[in-house]
C-alpha cells in the first residue's frame, strides 16, 4: 500500500523557519495537502495543491514539492503554530488517499 | 457559513454497532463528496472513504469495506458512518471531512469519539 513519510518531530525557537517534509513515490505527479491539528481539535487545511494557501491562512505557511519531497515551511513560527501536522496525498492510480504519520512541531 | 455538526461521543461493547452521524448546513449537500476520516486516540489520521452525496455511492479505503458503511439522508443533509461488530481497536474519534472538486477535506466535522470497551 502507498504510504508518505514524515519526521515524527520538528523543533524550532519562536521566530525560526520550521520545515517539515513528506516523501512519497507518487508526489512527482500527484498533489500534497497540509493539515495543521491544534491538540483537542480537527484539523485545518493550510496549504493544497502542493503551495497554494487557502483564505484566511497567515502567509508565513508556504509550500513547495520537488520530486518526490513535499515541504511545508513556516517562516517566523509563532507559538500558536505549536501542533501536529499532516501530509496528505494520493497514490499514481489516484485510488489510494493516505496521510503522513504527522509532525509535531514545538515551538518553544 | 459551511458548518458539519457531528452526533456526541458513544461508549460500546465490543460486537455491537454504532452509528455516527454528521450533518451539513450553509452548502448544497449534494454538490459535494463527503469523507470519513479517523484517529485513534494518540495516533494520526487514517482515511476510511467517501461517499457521492449526489448518487449515494461510497467508496471505501482498504481493510474498510464490510464492517464500515456509509449511508446518507439527503433530505436532512446528513451523512452517516455506520461500524458493526464494533472490536477495542476501532476506539477513535470518527471525522466527517467534506471534499469539493479540487479540495479534499476543506471542512470538517468536530469528531465523535467512540469507545469500544467491555
Known amino acids: 500500500s502507498y504510504e508518505l513519510t514524515q519526521p515524527p518531530s520538528v523543533s524550532v525557537s519562536p521566530g525560526q523557519t520550521a520545515r517539515i517534509t513528506c516523501s512519497g513515490d507518487?508526489?512527482?505527479?500527484?498533489?500534497a495537502y497540509w493539515y495543521q491539528q491544534r491538540s483537542g481539535q480537527a484539523p485545518v487545511l493550510v496549504i493544497y495543491?502542493?503551495?497554494k494557501r487557502p483564505s484566511g491562512i497567515p502567509e508565513r505557511f508556504s509550500g513547495s514539492s520537488s520530486g518526490t519531497m513535499a515541504t511545508l515551511t513556516i517562516s517566523g513560527a509563532q507559538v500558536e503554530d505549536e501542533a501536529d501536522y499532516y501530509c496528505y496525498s494520493t497514490d499514481s492510480s489516484g485510488n489510494h488517499r493516505v496521510f503522513g504519520g504527522g509532525t509535531k512541531l514545538t515551538v518553544l | 457559513q459551511v458548518q458539519l455538526v457531528q452526533s456526541g461521543s458513544e461508549l460500546k461493547k465490543p460486537g455491537a454497532s454504532v452509528k455516527v452521524s454528521c450533518k451539513a448546513s450553509?452548502?448544497?449537500?449534494?454538490?459535494?463528496?463527503m469523507n470519513w476520516v479517523r484517529q485513534a486516540p494518540g495516533q494520526g489520521l487514517e482515511w476510511l472513504g467517501w461517499i457521492n452525496t449526489d448518487t449515494g455511492n461510497p467508496t471505501y479505503a482498504q481493510g474498510f469495506a464490510g464492517r464500515f458503511v456509509f449511508s446518507l439522508a439527503t433530505s436532512v443533509s446528513t451523512a452517516y458512518l455506520q461500524i458493526s461488530s464494533l472490536k477495542a481497536e476501532d476506539t477513535a474519534v470518527y471525522y466527517c471531512?467534506?471534499?469539493?472538486?479540487?479540495?479534499?477535506?476543506?471542512?470538517w466535522g468536530q469528531g465523535t469519539l467512540v469507545t469500544v470497551s467491555s
Open positions: 495543491d502542493d503551495s
Open positions: 507518487a508526489l512527482p505527479k500527484k498533489y
Open positions: 471531512a467534506r471534499e469539493t472538486n479540487t479540495l479534499p477535506f476543506d471542512y
Open positions: 450553509g452548502y448544497t449537500f449534494t454538490n459535494y463528496a
